[in-house]
C-alpha cells in the first residue's frame, strides 16, 4: 500500500512540474516593464524638451527603429539557432538597421545642444526600451514554443 502512495506522489510532482525553459512570470513581468519603463520615459522626455518639433520627430523615429531593429534581430537570431530558413538578407538587414539606430542615436546626441546630464538620460531610456523589446520578444516566443510543445 505505501508504494502504490508513494507512487502517487512522485506522479503528482511530475504532472505539476513546470518545464524549466519557459519563462517565469515574475521574468516575464519584469521584462514588460523594462520596455514600457524605457520607452515611456524616452517619450515623457522628448514631450518635455525645449527642442524643435523636427529634432522630437528625430529622436522618437530612432526610438521605434530601435525597437523593431533589435526584434528582428532577436527573431532572425533565434530562427538561425533552430533551424528555421532565414535569408542572410533580412540577417544582415536587421543587424544594420539595430546598429545604424544606436549610431544615429549617438550621432543625434553628441551633436544635440543638451544637458549631459539630458543625453544621458535619452541614451540610457533607449537602451532599457531596447533591452525591454529583446527581452518581450524572447518570453513570447520562449512561451509559445513551449505551449506548442505541450500540445502536442
Same mark, same amino acid.
Given at each position: 500500500?505505501? /508504494? ?5 506522489? =512522485?506522479?503528482?510532482?511530475?504532472? /505539476?512540474?513546470?518545464? %524549466?525553459?519557459?519563462?517565469? %512570470? @515574475? #521574468? ?5 516593464? +523594462?520596455?514600457?519603463?524605457? !520607452?515611456? *520615459? ?6 518635455? @524638451? !525645449?527642442? =524643435? ?7 522618437? !523615429? ?5 525597437? #523593431?531593429?533589435?526584434? *528582428? ?7 538561425? @539557432? =533552430?533551424?528555421?530558413? +532565414? /535569408? =542572410? ?6 543587424? #544594420?538597421?539595430?546598429?545604424? *539606430?544606436?549610431?544615429?542615436? +549617438?550621432?543625434?546626441?553628441?551633436n544635440a545642444e543638451l544637458l549631459l546630464s539630458e543625453k544621458g538620460f535619452y541614451g540610457v531610456s533607449f537602451i532599457l526600451a +531596447? #533591452?525591454?523589446?529583446? @527581452? ?17
Amino acid at each position: 500500500m505505501e /508504494t502504490v502512495n508513494t507512487q502517487n506522489k =512522485e506522479n503528482k510532482k511530475q504532472t /505539476t512540474m513546470r518545464n %524549466p525553459l519557459k519563462p517565469t %512570470p @515574475a #521574468f516575464i513581468g519584469a521584462s514588460w516593464m +523594462v520596455l514600457f519603463t524605457g !520607452t515611456i *520615459s524616452y517619450c515623457v522626455g522628448l514631450w518635455n @524638451a !525645449t527642442m =524643435e518639433l523636427n529634432e522630437k520627430g528625430y529622436y522618437f !523615429t530612432i526610438l521605434l527603429f530601435g525597437l #523593431f531593429a533589435v526584434i *528582428s534581430v532577436q527573431k532572425t537570431v533565434r530562427d538561425k @539557432a =533552430e533551424g528555421l530558413e +532565414v /535569408t =542572410e538578407l533580412y540577417y544582415g538587414l536587421a543587424w #544594420f538597421a539595430t546598429i545604424a *539606430s544606436l549610431t544615429l542615436l +549617438v550621432i543625434g546626441l553628441w551633436n544635440a545642444e543638451l544637458l549631459l546630464s539630458e543625453k544621458g538620460f535619452y541614451g540610457v531610456s533607449f537602451i532599457l526600451a +531596447v #533591452f525591454g523589446a529583446i @527581452a518581450v520578444q524572447k518570453n513570447t516566443r520562449d512561451a509559445k514554443l513551449i505551449d506548442d510543445q505541450d500540445k502536442i
